[in-house]
């Protein structure tokens, strides 16, 4: 996505700070340390978990020098499963992110560029075994009305995938769009700088699903308040509202430049801007189910600015990572933030040799095993540090979190077919949806598909393993 330190800043004094940092070694139960290195440019910004179990990510350069879809096993061992652009003009796209798992057992994502359309990015679908189907192509010229350059998806209760584009269509500022996974049916939902000196926003992050089946998200600039971003609500049939205009408070204290969002199980969103807050370096927030915008914590010169969005782990803690503008050795920083705003930093990367890596991307994923893993941008013991700065960066890891399950959707209505990740999976006895039991097949060891049952009511999925019960992370939302 497209971003402007200096906007995000908007325009404040840079204050510096002393903060005491604790670390997670003997401070904290999660225990950080690198999973695997790459050898060459190979890394994303993401991973996610499929049925097999294995994690995979978008990244590149695959065989043709424009990305690809990579498969990591559990012992760190890593191999192409898809390369983009394999045929001439890039029909198929280039420039992938990390898919999502849909209820169908098969990967739906994107690519920013490239397709049949002058080279808009495409939606695409494909199966583990790296069969892929183009779903849409985009268009990169403002006539085309369905926007260019696609960022994230999600599938939503109604089994559609919702997502943003952050180029062409009206004022170059993207779209929100729906298409069907199954036909391919697009429908463009709403026009981003649409309104007057764009007060609805623009340069959008992906949506979430809240619980009340409306989707929700940030934009990192414009909006009311000098282009300081908004949080909105876009109901499934394209009604748009502007739920807060950040940077409303004297100096941008309430914080500018909002990067995501993730909900808790009553309700509440929590996120962190780019900007603004005591220091100008961004802030966590919490927006309450009355609207009311709190700043639980503010990041500063040493703390670096927060990079995209939190995730909710199953401890009930926030995780999140940090920039390397400070100068605790310039490398960023993985922390932990308590529903109240208490902050913990599990590690601070190190110099570029160091296999722990540096300047980690903005999504931290909590895979089924309760470990955390993200990815950095730069510096293994692989690469060249002394001559180019860099190295080829790394996947992380914080352990210490108990085990759980994950569905895929994370919501649906009654009747809707669910899968269920976890480990061992196999002699499962019951699994149920808020206490109401529903029938299920354990196919793997690794995944379970089951149907949400009549009587179902939004809330926590649970699985009796010959181990112990695992329970769902996020709750699983049950839709009309």
């Not at 109901?235 to 502007?242: A, F, P, R």
């Not at 510096?379 to 399950?405: E, R």
């Not at 196999?426 to 109401?436: A, E, K, L, R």
């Amino acid at each position: 996505m497209k971003r402007s330190k200096a906007l995000l800043t908007l325009g404040l004094a840079v204050a510096c700070a002393a903060i005491t940092f604790a670390l997670a070694a003997g401070a904290q139960a999660q225990t950080f340390s690198y999973f695997t290195n790459f050898s060459a440019r190979d890394g994303g910004s993401s991973v996610m978990q499929a049925t097999d179990g294995n994690l995979y990510m978008g990244g590149g350069p695959g065989a043709y020098g424009r990305g690809a879809i990579l498969r990591v096993t559990p012992s760190g061992g890593f191999n192409v499963l898809y390369s983009f652009c394999s045929q001439r003009g890039c029909p198929d796209g280039y420039g992938p992110s990390t898919p999502i798992l849909g209820s169908d057992g098969n990967f739906y994502g994107t690519t920013e560029a490239g397709g049949n359309r002058f080279g808009g990015g495409t939606v695409f679908k494909m199966t583990l075994h790296g069969q892929l189907t183009t779903l849409y192509s985009f268009c990169t010229t403002n006539e085309c009305p369905d926007g260019a350059e696609p960022g994230g998806i999600i599938q939503a209760s109604d089994g559609n995938l919702y997502g943003i584009t952050i180029g062409a269509a009206l004022q170059d500022s993207g779209t929100l769009f729906r298409i069907n996974p199954t036909t391919g049916e697009f429908t463009t939902l709403h026009y981003f700088c649409s309104a007057v000196n764009c007060v609805d926003g623009y340069e959008q992050s992906t949506p979430i699903q809240g619980i009340d089946g409306n989707l929700y998200g940030t934009t990192l600039l414009g909006g009311a308040n000098g282009g300081g971003g908004v949080l909105y609500k876009l109901t499934l049939d394209g009604q748009y509202t502007i739920l807060y205009n950040f940077c409303s408070l004297s100096q941008c204290a309430d914080g500018g430049g909002p990067t995501g969002l993730v909900q808790d199980a009553e309700g509440n969103f929590f996120g962190t801007t780019e900007g603004g807050g005591e220091d100008g370096y961004g802030t966590v927030f919490e927006f309450t189910t009355t609207h009311q915008e709190i700043v639980l914590d503010n990041f500063d010169y040493v703390r670096g600015d927060p990079w995209g969005s939190l995730t909710l782990a199953n401890d009930g803690n926030f995780y999140g990572t940090s920039g390397g503008d400070g100068s605790l050795q310039d490398g960023g920083t993985v922390f932990k933030v308590t529903p109240a705003g208490e902050i913990t930093f599990l590690t601070v990367f190190g110099p570029c040799a160091d296999d722990s890596g540096r300047y980690p991307g903005g999504i931290v994923f909590e895979s089924t095993s309760g470990t955390l893993y993200g990815v950095t941008s730069y510096g293994n013991s692989l690469g060249d540090c002394n001559n180019n700065g860099f190295g080829y960066g790394t996947i992380f890891q914080v352990s210490g979190l108990s085990s759980l399950v994950e569905t895929a959707p994370l919501a649906g209505p009654v009747g809707q077919s669910v899968i269920i990740l976890g480990n061992g999976l196999t002699g499962s006895t019951s699994v149920t949806f808020n206490g109401v039991e529903a029938e299920f097949t354990v196919e793997s060891d690794t995944y379970i598909k089951a149907t949400v049952p009549a009587g179902a009511t939004t809330g926590v999925v649970s699985v009796v393993t010959r181990l112990g019960t695992l329970k769902s992370n996020p709750q699983f939302v049950v839709s009309k």
